[in-house]
C-alpha cells in the first residue's frame, strides 16, 4: 500500500509539471510578432506573458514602441502592442519542466506557429526572445515552410544576464520592421 501512495504522488507531481502556454495575442495588424519559450511559473500563476517583476520584457518592448508599458495595467499593455503592430506568442505549446527555466524544458509541443503567421497579413519579421524560442521556433518555421526575416533577441530574463543597455540596443533593431514605409 505505501508503495502505491509513492508512486501516486509521484505521477502526481509528474503531472503538474506539465506548463501551457497562453493564446497568441496578436491580430490583422502585427507586424513584428516575438515568440518566447514558454511562460514561466509566476507568468503562469497570474495567467499573464512576462509577469515576473525582475523580467525585462515590457521594459524592453516599451522602449521600441515609446510607450511606458511597465506603467500600465496587463490589458493596456496587451492594447499597446497590438496598436503598434506588435504580436505575442510561444513556440511551445506545452511542455513538462520543473520550475521556470528554459534548460528545464522537456517533451515539448510546439506552437503552431505557421498556422498563426497565415493568418497575420501585415506581418513582416518574426522575433525570438532568447536562445530556446529562436532554436525551437526556427526549426518549427523551416518544418512549416515559412520564409520570413528573423530576429535573433537577447533574452528579456533575469536568469540572461548580460547588461540591460545591451539587451536594450539590441531590441531597438525592432522599430526597423515596425516603421510603416
Known amino acids: 500500500m505505501p508503495s502505491s501512495s509513492k508512486s501516486s504522488t509521484s505521477s502526481t507531481s509528474f503531472a503538474s509539471d506539465l506548463k501551457r502556454n497562453f493564446p497568441p495575442v496578436a491580430d490583422a495588424r502585427t507586424r513584428v510578432l516575438i515568440l518566447g519559450s514558454l511562460p514561466g511559473e509566476v507568468s503562469l500563476a497570474h495567467q499573464q506573458y512576462y509577469a515576473h517583476p525582475q523580467n525585462r520584457f515590457w521594459y524592453l518592448v516599451g522602449e521600441v514602441i515609446g510607450e511606458p508599458l511597465p506603467t500600465l495595467a496587463y490589458e493596456a499593455r496587451l492594447d499597446a502592442l497590438r496598436a503598434h503592430g506588435v504580436g505575442l506568442w510561444d513556440v511551445v505549446a506545452q511542455a513538462r519542466r520543473e520550475g521556470s527555466l528554459d534548460s528545464n524544458i522537456r517533451l515539448h509541443t510546439g506552437s503552431d506557429l505557421a498556422g498563426l503567421i497565415a493568418t497575420l ?47 536594450r540596443d539590441a531590441w531597438l533593431a525592432l522599430r526597423e520592421w515596425l516603421d510603416q514605409t
Request: glycine share 10%; proline share 11%.
Open 121 to 167: 497579413p501585415a506581418l513582416r519579421a518574426v522575433a525570438f526572445n532568447g536562445g530556446t524560442a529562436a532554436r525551437i521556433g526556427q526549426r518549427a518555421l523551416a518544418q512549416g515552410g515559412v520564409t520570413i526575416p528573423v530576429v535573433l533577441l537577447p533574452s528579456s530574463s533575469p536568469a540572461y544576464t548580460i547588461p540591460l543597455a545591451t539587451k
